[in-house]
């Protein structure tokens, strides 16, 4: 059973448009919430997170929605750039999870095409 | 500024052979963490460390085995490589509470023929 997904395993957009990557997630005890952005050949890097008391962290271009009682959240890029093309990795955790393990989904991969 | 490191990028073994991914943090984090990646999926967790001295299996820890040397390395075993552990394998480390980010680095190709 996936507690983390994204159901959209690729995205294209224009360059300067916004892009809009989603995430859905089944348990409620998640408290915390991560975006990842992961360039071929790299690990992961952290983009933007959000608390569950929070329903819109924005940081700069980028800006992560929480739905709770929809147990959804989304990252809005805007605008995009074509070096944002990457994968995005959603990411959840609860503060009563032991070491702040999280769970990840399988990633969007996005194209901002020029 | 190295943050996480990870030896080697690339290794390709027979099946059966052993081999230890090497892993060591920079950044004073207590938690430490193994993923590895298949085509098309997101990060799985083999094991985890929430401190040092400390292990505990993830989500897949059959065929592997980790020790947690001291608070800046974590290493992952494979004794008896098998073809279905051909995979990216990521480490990361985190402050280890569920609000901090993990930080991870840029993962061995592991290939098993």
């Known amino acids: 059973d996936q507690q983390v997904k994204q159901n959209s395993p690729s995205l294209s957009v224009q360059e300067g448009r916004i892009s809009i990557l989603n995430c859905d997630y089944t348990?409620?005890?998640?408290?915390?919430f991560l975006w990842y952005k992961k360039y071929p050949a790299e690990g992961p890097t952290f983009l933007i997170s959000?608390?569950?008391?929070?329903d819109k962290n924005e940081d700069g271009r980028f800006t992560v929605f929480l739905n709770k009682s929809a147990k959804h959240l989304s990252l809005h890029i805007v605008p995009s750039q074509p070096g944002d093309s990457a994968v995005y990795f959603c990411?959840?955790?609860?503060?009563?999870?032991?070491?702040?393990?999280?769970?990840f989904g399988d990633g969007t991969t996005l194209t901002v095409k020029p | 500024n190295a943050g996480v490191t990870q030896t080697p990028k690339f290794q390709v073994l027979k099946t059966g052979q052993s081999m230890t991914l090497q892993c060591a943090q920079d950044?004073?984090?207590?938690?430490m963490y193994w993923y590895r990646q298949d085509p098309g999926m997101g990060l799985r967790l083999i094991y985890y460390?929430?401190?040092?001295?400390?292990?505990d299996k993830g989500e897949v820890p059959n065929g592997y085995n980790v020790s947690r040397l001291n608070k800046r390395e974590f290493s992952l075993r494979l004794e008896s490589a098998a073809p279905s552990q051909t995979s990216v394998y990521f480490c990361?480390?985190?402050?280890?509470?569920?609000?901090?980010?993990?930080?991870f680095g840029d993962g061995t190709r592991l290939s098993i023929l």
């Open positions: 950044m004073n984090h207590n938690s």
């Open positions: 990361a480390s985190s402050e280890g509470w569920s609000n901090q980010p993990q930080h």
């Open positions: 348990n409620s005890m998640f408290d915390y």
């Open positions: 959000i608390s569950s008391i929070k």
């Open positions: 460390s929430a401190s040092e001295g400390t292990t």
């Open positions: 990411a959840a955790s609860a503060r009563a999870t032991n070491a702040g393990k999280s769970t």
